[in-house]
């Protein structure tokens, strides 16, 4: 378990991020147009994982507005956010707000490990059964070569050290 906070109140995650250098857990999601992606499918490419609890908060519909602008900088990369939020919500904010070089997925389907899998399960509190704050890095390789569980849940990730990774 980790413990992150939430305005200043601890709370648990299930497990801890996978370690750096460590071969990425397989992953299954559902895609805005309720399609399946698997991590399989990102073969040869490097991906950020952009792991967040809502996309109706102020930090995370942030979150995917930065990583989407830095998207379309880089060759050879893809930008998956993960939240469990349903996929309808998805995509109705990248219609809104003109996400187009983000993969905007959900971890809501009872056969998705992704969370466990993954350690950023949130396990206590309000937001219990919502994915943690965090940006995991996957080389081509399929190894993970950067991880950030972000230690309070309301401030955005190290966007900088993420796409450092990827460069």
């Known amino acids: 378990m980790a413990t992150i906070t939430l305005k200043g109140n601890p709370i648990q995650t299930i497990g801890t991020l996978p370690a750096v250098g460590s071969k990425a857990p397989a992953f299954k999601l559902t895609k805005s147009d309720l399609s399946d992606v698997t991590l399989a499918d990102f073969a040869g490419k490097k991906i950020i994982l952009n792991i967040f609890p809502s996309i109706d908060t102020g930090t995370c519909a942030m979150s995917v507005r930065k990583f989407n602008a830095?998207?379309?900088?880089?060759l050879g990369v893809v930008v998956v956010a993960v939240s469990k939020d349903l996929p309808f919500a998805l995509n109705r904010f990248c219609g809104a707000e003109?996400?187009?070089?983000v993969v905007t997925t959900?971890?809501?389907?009872?056969d998705s490990s992704f969370g466990?899998?993954?350690?950023?399960?949130?396990?206590?509190?309000?937001?219990?059964?919502?994915?943690s704050r965090s940006v995991i890095v996957i080389d081509e390789k399929g190894e993970v070569a950067y991880t950030e569980q972000v230690p309070e849940t309301v401030n955005?990730?190290?966007?900088?050290?993420?796409?450092?990774a990827v460069k």
């Open 106 to 110: 959900s971890a809501l389907r009872p």
């Open 156 to 164: 955005e990730p190290d966007y900088a050290k993420a796409l450092a």
């Open 70 to 74: 830095e998207a379309s900088e880089l």
């Open 116 to 131: 466990k899998d993954y350690g950023v399960t949130i396990i206590e509190g309000g937001l219990a059964g919502v994915l």
């Open 98 to 101: 003109g996400i187009d070089k």
